[in-house]
């Protein structure tokens, strides 16, 4: 049991631990979404894909999936990702290089797997911020709370725009 723990870094963290996740991915979030819907303005043809999907889809919604795509992208999928990315993959890089490498390489695969060329320009400094959090921690559990903290804030404006639009 504690091979597992290590690998995955759960360990709980301290309260400063928490408190800066939440606070500190307010302003990155706030800081890497108006640097993305400022590229989306300047290029217009590199809109991501895969956001377009989740906006054509909830845009056709009577209400009733906007439930399912909350608890997906707001819950589960910050748990998904954060043990692949700052458990498994961070512990992978981290046992031949260092943390601060892990960090980095960790941070860049993280955005290149979220596909479209602005989304990966948008999600580079969020994962580096989640990053920082798991090693400043030494704990996942702030990188999950950090991530879901930014995937809240960006399905809240997906599912704004929607019910406005």
Known sequence: MRIIKDFFALRLGTLSDYILAIAGTLCVAIFAGMMSHKLLEMYPQHDPKNLRAINDTLARSDGSEYIYFVIFLCITVPIIEELMFRG?????????????????????????????????IGVFPIGLWIGWLRYRSNSIFPSILAHMTNNTLATLAIISANIGG
């Open 88 to 120: 498994v993959l961070w512990k992978m890089v981290e046992f031949t290089f260092s943390p601060i490498i892990a960090l980095i390489s960790v941070s860049i695969l993280f955005a290149l797997a979220h596909g479209d060329l602005l989304h990966i």
